[in-house]
Nanobody
Framework: QVQLVESGGGLVQPGGSLRLSCAAS????????MGWYRQPPGKQRELVAA???????NYADSVKGRFAISRVNAKNTVYLQMNNLKPEDTAVYYC???????????WGQGTQVTVSS
C-alpha cells in the first residue's frame, strides 16, 4: 500500500521554526520529485517547495530565504525546515511525491501549521 506519512506540524509563534517530515512507503518513488504544498484557509493549494531526486530545488517566492527543503533518497523521506515563520504561513501543509514507475502523483493527508501569538 502506498502511503505518504507527514509529521511535524503544530502551533508556533511568529518568528519561530518548525520542521516537517514526510516518509513515502515503497520503492515506486525512486527517481521522482518530492515536494510540499500548502492550503491556507479559504484559499487554493499552492506549491511551497520541491526537490528533484538529484537535489535540485524550487521555492515559492514567499518562502525563499526562510524555508529549506531536503530529502534522503534511501529513506524516501522529504523534509521542510521552516524558519522565521509568519502568520501568513498558516495553512495545511501537504507532502507530494511523484512516482516515475506509475506516472502519477501521490499526496499525504496534510498537517496543520498555525503561526500565531
Amino acid at each position: 500500500q502506498v502511503q505518504l506519512v507527514e509529521s511535524g506540524g503544530g502551533l508556533v509563534q511568529p518568528g519561530g521554526s518548525l520542521r516537517l517530515s514526510c516518509a513515502a512507503s515503497g520503492s515506486i518513488f525512486s527517481g521522482g520529485t518530492m515536494g510540499w504544498y500548502r492550503q491556507p484557509p479559504g484559499k487554493q493549494r499552492e506549491l511551497v517547495a520541491a526537490i528533484t531526486y538529484s537535489g535540485n530545488t524550487n521555492y515559492a517566492d514567499s518562502v525563499k530565504g526562510r524555508f529549506a527543503i531536503s530529502r534522503v533518497n534511501a529513506k524516501n523521506t522529504v523534509y521542510l525546515q521552516m524558519n522565521n515563520l509568519k502568520p501568513e504561513d498558516t495553512a495545511v501543509y501537504y507532502c507530494n511525491a511523484y512516482s516515475p514507475i506509475r506516472a502519477r502523483m501521490y499526496w499525504g493527508q496534510g498537517t496543520q501549521v498555525t503561526v500565531s501569538s
